[in-house]
């Protein structure tokens, strides 16, 4: 009762505002919890369906970020994951899709206070339906549904092309392997193959993508690199990369490593830069015309850069 009146008496004095990164660093404090409480033997558990409660006031002042909010949980997320991956190699979610359903609450499902600057998370692995509906049968919490569409704002459809926003505070995003860094699902050639390369990988290509650094480890001898194509996956020969500007084109770029000699080379079919040169063009359906490549190189596509680094 203090604490109230002493907010309502003294509004400018400064209290605990719960910021954007309080609020991811909550979120992924309970993302963890679940991974340690449920994972087995080598299958990573997490929950995919989120109710994040807060104060009124902080859900005002977070309107509008939570679209970008999110984007930033699920790079928290896919990091961790990929840090657990090695223990837990089985790490695909039970569901298809990251639901986040933000709330105006003053009280938690536990009928406590809701702390400014705090939150409360609710989680399931899946639901087939909205946290609201669910709150109705199952949660006794004071929750707004009453959300109009984002409509009036001016959003940036690029900046949340991968974001389905549902309503205001409820967003669904797929589940993207690809975010994960982790190429290296596709299994090393056999030991003993013909014209198998060595176990441990060749080379890695490593780019940015969304604020967050993936990389790609190269095992076969040749490699080619694409743009994401509906119905393309990566292979040990083929990395298709998810690239938002445009930059990269289809089948871009191949890289080859020469045994005999021990040294790369590249081959490209649409414009880029090897180390600040540009290259002579290949064309697709004749021979590529190669260029030996440095173990350490950059290519730049338009925008897009991918870096290179030799392991052998």
């Known amino acids: 009762m203090f604490d109230k009146l002493k907010r309502w008496l003294l509004p400018d004095e400064e209290e605990a505002r719960l910021t954007n990164q309080a609020l991811v660093d909550q979120v992924l404090v309970s993302f963890k919890e679940t991974v340690e409480r449920e994972s087995f033997n080598k299958r990573m558990m997490y929950d995919c369906s989120y109710l994040i409660l807060m104060r009124p006031e902080d859900y005002k002042?977070?309107?509008?970020?939570?679209?970008?909010?999110?984007?930033?949980?699920?790079?928290?997320?896919?990091?961790?994951?990929?840090?657990?991956?090695?223990?837990?190699?089985?790490?695909?979610?039970?569901?298809?899709?990251?639901?986040?359903?933000?709330?105006?609450?003053?009280?938690?499902?536990?009928?406590?206070?809701?702390?400014?600057?705090?939150?409360?998370?609710?989680?399931?692995p899946t639901s087939e339906k909205s946290w609201s509906e669910l709150s109705s049968e199952h949660i006794k919490v004071?929750?707004?549904?009453?959300?109009?569409?984002?409509?009036?704002?001016?959003?940036?459809?690029?900046?949340?092309?991968?974001?389905?926003?549902?309503?205001?505070?409820?967003?669904?995003?797929?589940?993207?392997?690809?975010?994960?860094?982790?190429?290296?699902?596709?299994?090393?050639?056999?030991?003993?193959?013909?014209?198998?390369?060595?176990?441990?990988?060749?080379?890695?290509?490593?780019?940015?993508?969304?604020?967050?650094?993936?990389?790609?480890?190269?095992?076969?001898?040749?490699?080619?690199?694409t743009k994401a194509i509906d119905g393309m996956t990566s292979t040990a020969t083929l990395l298709c990369i998810s690239e938002p500007?445009?930059?990269?084109?289809?089948?871009?770029?191949?890289?080859?490593?020469?045994?005999?000699?021990?040294?790369?080379?590249?081959?490209?079919?649409?414009?880029?830069?090897?180390?600040?040169q540009k290259l002579e063009l290949s064309r697709v359906g004749e021979n590529p015309v190669w260029h030996p490549l440095k173990n350490e190189s950059t290519i730049v596509c338009g925008i897009f850069q991918l870096d290179f680094k030799a392991a052998i």
């Open 142 to 225: 004071s929750v707004s549904s009453k959300h109009s569409k984002y409509s009036k704002y001016d959003l940036n459809p690029t900046t949340f092309a991968n974001i389905d926003i549902l309503s205001k505070g409820h967003f669904r995003v797929k589940f993207r392997k690809e975010f994960l860094g982790d190429f290296t699902s596709v299994q090393a050639p056999v030991t003993g193959s013909r014209n198998s390369a060595p176990a441990d990988k060749l080379a890695t290509i490593q780019f940015v993508l969304s604020k967050q650094r993936y990389s790609f480890p190269m095992r076969e001898k040749q490699l080619k690199i």
């Open 61 to 124: 002042h977070a309107e509008l970020r939570l679209a970008g909010i999110t984007e930033g949980i699920l790079d928290e997320f896919y990091d961790y994951i990929h840090q657990r991956k090695d223990q837990y190699p089985r790490y695909e979610p039970i569901g298809s899709f990251w639901d986040f359903q933000y709330c105006p609450a003053e009280r938690g499902v536990d009928n406590k206070e809701i702390e400014p600057g705090t939150i409360q998370v609710v989680s399931t």
């Open 245 to 276: 500007s445009g930059s990269l084109q289809k089948e871009h770029i191949m890289i080859r490593y020469e045994e005999t000699a021990r040294a790369f080379y590249i081959a490209l079919f649409a414009d880029a830069f090897v180390n600040e």
